[in-house]
């Protein structure tokens, strides 16, 4: 199965999800913020098949996140999820390096079905890297 980087500052959302993706057969890499999500790429070079993260965030909010993800890591799947609408409209500018944005609050099945079409993609051909 596929390694997570799962970025959430809510601790309850975040061992909600990693247990969700785990029984799935995922590894999963808990971060607890943008930073430390960050810190986690590097540290694991970033060896990762997805990055799922939360946009609000302390410290490092989810969209820098994914723009240096993206161009340190090009190859890297990106996935957000925010409860907050207006958070989701700032994702406009990131089309081209995140896959979706997931609406919180999700039931399980929701974020699996995301986590999973996400996992699929071909990123040759479905989304183009422009960081």
């Known amino acids: 199965m596929a390694k997570i980087l799962l970025t959430e500052d809510d601790e309850a959302v ?74 989701r409209e700032r994702t406009g500018a990131l089309e081209k390096i995140v896959i979706d944005v997931v609406p919180k609050p999700f039931a399980l099945k929701e974020i699996r079905s995301a986590v999973n079409d996400a996992l699929s993609l071909d990123m040759s051909d479905d989304l183009k890297r422009s960081a």
């Open 14 to 87: 975040r061992g909600f999800v990693g247990r969700a993706l785990k029984i799935d057969g995922h590894s999963v890499v808990e971060a607890i913020d943008g930073e430390d999500g960050f810190d986690k790429l590097q540290e694991h070079e970033g060896e990762f098949d997805l990055l799922l993260t939360d946009i609000k965030m302390p410290f490092m909010d989810g969209i820098e996140l994914s723009h240096l993800a993206a161009s340190s890591y090009p190859n890297l799947k990106i996935l957000m999820m925010t409860g907050y609408a207006d958070q």
